[in-house]
């Protein structure tokens, strides 16, 4: 059987729920937990030069700023960089620090590549993470594997960014990936739940290179916090490791932040499954767009999903505000153009405009 470790990633994934406004103690208890948990790899937040910040947050100006919150040295601990929040130059060294979670899009993975040499010189590890995988072609998923083989990388992951992945999918990169990826690369899964197929989709992927020896990083976070349907869940995926892996994770750690922590917030800000962000999945694209549609509060799903389908290719994946207004404006002028020319038909309606259409028999 594969060797599976797990990424909890509540800390950083998770601030999209509440702008990352961990405290520094809720923090330092959280990790403090997760490590009880015997969870190998945690993730403490983005860095982010402009955004970052140093206190009761886990958006960092820089890496010193973990000293904050980080006490217990018995974990791997990251962070995530998007490429282009942050001159690698200026990043300054921190031993507690194991690696970097290197994030880009599909016009950018060049610049990873270099940045991820520079990183890897400083003495860190570098995960490898292209957002949006599915929507690499084979060969230019092939391309930029055999250059990210030139280098030392720690880990190459599938990143499900939309949530918009089924198991075939799944089963279909992770061949072509541990087939073509250097020998002692590990390779990690990033799924959102979008379809409710996060879980499943984790599973999927260790089954299907069970006969590989190569390692594998499942992404999680505690409740599966995340933004919109949020992530696979820690307790669950952990769960299932110790039933069908003989791990040794101590479940109880995980409801413990649960109950102290998790559970609160989702009581203020929810997340999970609804209508617009399957949506989103269907049509691969940025949760953002059906997050503002819903946001309206006056469309139903059938005129979301009417929207979105509409979206082009071009503007899928980077969510556009503007766009998506003008495409709801278009949508309405559209329905209401309808209406008024039904209400031509039936002369037995009689009809006035002041703003809004006044029917009666």
């Known amino acids: 059987m594969a060797n599976v470790n797990i990424l909890d990633c509540t800390l950083r994934d998770g601030g999209y729920v509440n702008n990352w406004a961990f405290s520094n103690d809720m923090s330092t208890n959280l990790i403090d937990s997760l490590v009880k948990a015997k969870i190998e790899f945690i993730e403490l937040g983005y860095i982010n030069k402009t955004n970052g910040e140093c206190k009761d947050t886990t958006m960092f100006s820089n890496l010193s700023c973990i000293e904050n919150i980080v006490t217990n040295s018995n974990a791997k601990y990251l962070v995530m960089l998007n490429v282009g929040d942050f001159d690698v130059e200026d990043m300054d060294y921190n031993p507690n620090i194991f690696g970097i979670r290197l994030a880009f899009r599909k016009d950018n993975w060049e610049q990873a590549f270099e940045d991820a040499k520079k990183i890897i010189a400083m003495g860190f590890k570098v995960f490898m993470q292209p957002m949006i995988t599915l929507s690499y072609s084979d060969k230019e998923l092939l391309e930029m594997m055999n250059e990210f083989n030139k280098i030392d990388i720690y880990a190459f992951y599938i990143v499900d960014s939309f949530g918009a992945m089924q198991s075939h999918d799944v089963s279909r990169l992770a061949l072509l990936i541990d087939n073509n990826l250097k020998k002692g690369v590990k390779l990690g899964l990033h799924a959102h739940n979008n379809l409710q197929l996060a879980y499943s989709n984790a599973v999927t992927l260790v089954q299907a290179i069970s006969d590989s020896d190569r390692e594998l990083i499942i992404d999680s976070s505690v409740l599966g916090m995340g933004r919109g349907a949020g992530n696979l869940n820690t307790e669950l995926f952990a769960d299932y490791l110790v039933k069908n892996f003989h ?19 989702h009581k203020e800000n929810y997340w999970g499954y609804s209508a617009a962000h399957y949506i989103s999945a269907i049509y691969n694209c940025h949760p953002n767009y059906s997050t503002y549609l819903s946001g309206k509060g006056d469309i139903a799903a059938k005129d979301i999903e009417n929207i979105i389908s509409n979206i082009t290719e071009s503007k899928k994946h980077k969510f556009d505000k503007k766009y998506i207004e003008d495409l709801y404006i278009d949508h309405n002028l559209s329905k209401y153009s309808d209406y008024e020319n039904e209400l031509f038909k039936r002369p037995h309606l009689n009809f006035k405009i002041k703003g809004e259409y006044n029917c009666f028999r």
């Open 247 to 265: 791990k040794d994770y101590e479940i109880k750690s995980l409801l413990d932040i649960i109950d102290n922590y998790i559970s609160i917030i």
